[in-house]
């Protein structure tokens, strides 16, 4: 290959200017004359394509795990004699203060769980939370320093076919970097008789034994996944955990209540996309939140010094806190901006308010299903999730549809009696809670030209576009 930074070339005046051979050599001398006046790094830039840069984004909020636990059974569930072996995995930094995020898998049954930073200091961690149905779990390692966080993306909108990245302590490699694409979504893998995974994103990047709990990243640096699992026998065939569904999960698993024994008393949902604000679902009566003056539609810009994305970061703003300190709090209501001051209560003050009456309950139900009736065309009750699961389907709860509404935009899209309405939008329909969440946003929602959503109907689960109508006067509470 030729060099162009140590070309050379030379000519004599008595050359025949006019031979094509004359020619070549001078545009060489010119191209070489050009390569050589360039600075020694202009040509970094056209290797450093979107996937250098959304590895060198992440990979200091990548850790690697290992530790050794004692193993009883082969990888299909086959009982075997106990041994010890050296496990490993990855894991992600979800919070400054050592908040890991990595599948239970890696951690169980782990005597001494010691974390690796990409610089390569070593620290040992405590499980904080886990999870063993979904497979996740967080740790924590205390450092003397905040670490830097990955940023999160969201797995709403994946396509098959767009470019991903996952990087992770592959077989021991540590920060091992693979690429590959989207292969397809909504995968149900049985791993054993004790273990199933659903809804998963499949890819053909390479995951490998020590992927797991290591991040699925977009072309753009985000996480959209956590890597789970890798087909045995299958070259090309590998799993990931939604990253929406994983927040939910941390969420939970690193709520206030969980940690700290702590009380705020507020439900929030992402409703403007994966970078927020939240929006309030929920107040809960005689709480921190309602004391504080939030009220259910708010939207919460930041807490603290932490800017709220997601409900996750509701959960990391106030863990730590002490009782009756006041945290300053930014809220936009009806496009106007509040400041707001929350102070957190302890656990053993939730709950005590009088518990609605047999009318109020009845009441509010009749008026749940007027207002469904109205925005969207569709009468509806509450599915049983072990009906779900019975059919296999990756959804935690649903609403059975009882009646649709003739000419509505439900009957046009299909929808019939007996169908099961899991999702709308961005959010799960598994409860009466959810469906006023909806139709309290129903306005909104029309203002859309469709609102996408997704029915179980026998084992297969279908969507569609439905538009919402504007609700009237009545209001449901």
């Known amino acids: 290959m030729l060099n162009l930074r140590t070309c050379k070339a030379s000519f ?18 010119i191209a070489c004359s050009f390569v050589a006046a360039q600075p020694a790094g202009s040509f970094a830039s056209e290797r450093l394509t979107p996937i250098v840069r959304a590895v060198q984004e992440s990979s200091p909020s990548v850790v690697n795990i290992q530790g050794q636990k004692s193993i009883s059974q082969t990888a299909d569930g086959t009982p075997t004699p106990p041994r010890q072996v050296n496990g490993m995995g990855t894991g992600i930094v979800i919070d400054p203060r050592g908040y890991i995020l990595t599948n239970h898998h890696v951690v169980n ?6 974390v690796t930073l990409k610089e390569g200091q070593t620290y040992v961690a405590q499980v904080i939370a886990r999870d063993k149905k979904t497979d996740l779990a967080v740790i924590r390692i205390r450092t003397p320093r905040p670490l830097p966080i990955v940023r999160i993306g969201t797995s709403e909108d994946l396509m098959a076919g767009e470019t991903v990245i996952a990087v992770g302590n592959a077989f021991g490699y540590e920060h091992t970097v693979t690429t590959g694409i989207i292969s397809a979504l909504h995968r149900n893998v049985q791993v054993n008789d004790t273990q199933q995974y659903l809804d998963l994103i499949q890819t053909d990047a390479s995951i490998n034994p020590g992927n797991s709990g290591g991040p699925l990243l977009n072309i753009n640096g985000e996480m959209i996944g956590v890597n789970v699992a890798v087909r045995a026998g299958a070259q090309g065939i590998g799993f990931a955990i939604p990253v929406d569904k994983a927040l939910v999960i ?4 690193m709520s206030i209540e969980k940690l700290d024994n702590h009380w705020h008393g507020l439900e929030a949902l992402s409703l403007d996309g994966p970078h927020g604000p939240v929006t309030v679902a929920k107040v809960d009566r005689q709480s921190p939140a309602q004391s504080s003056g939030l009220r259910r539609g708010d939207k919460i810009e930041q807490i603290g010094d932490t800017t709220i994305e997601r409900s996750l970061d509701i959960e990391r703003a106030l863990l730590g806190r002490r009782i009756g300190e006041r945290v300053a709090m930014r809220i936009t209501r009806d496009g106007q901006p509040l400041e707001l001051n929350l102070a957190v209560a302890h656990r053993s003050t939730r709950g005590r308010t009088r518990p609605l009456t047999t009318a109020q309950i009845a009441e509010s139900s009749n008026s749940l299903q007027q207002a469904t009736w109205e925005t969207l065309g569709l009468k509806l009750k509450q599915e049983p999730s072990s ?3 019975r059919l296999g389907v990756p959804y935690q709860g649903g609403m059975r549809v009882v009646s649709v509404r003739p000419k509505s935009s439900a009957a046009e899209q299909g929808v019939l009696q ?3 309405l899991v999702k709308m939008h961005r959010w799960t329909t598994a409860s009466q809670r959810d469906l006023r969440f909806i139709v309290d946003h129903a306005n909104k929602l029309s203002q859309s030209e469709s609102v996408k959503f997704y029915i179980v109907r026998g084992e297969d689960t279908f969507f569609g576009h439905m538009s919402v109508a504007r609700r009237g006067k009545s209001s449901v509470r």
């Open 418 to 420: 007996g169908d099961i």
């Open 12 to 29: 004599s005046l008595d050359r025949d200017y006019t031979s094509p051979t004359w020619n070549w050599l001078t545009l060489l001398a």
């Open 250 to 253: 941390a969420s939970r698993m």
């Open 387 to 389: 009906s779900l699961r």
């Open 109 to 114: 049954g782990v005597r001494r769980i010691n």
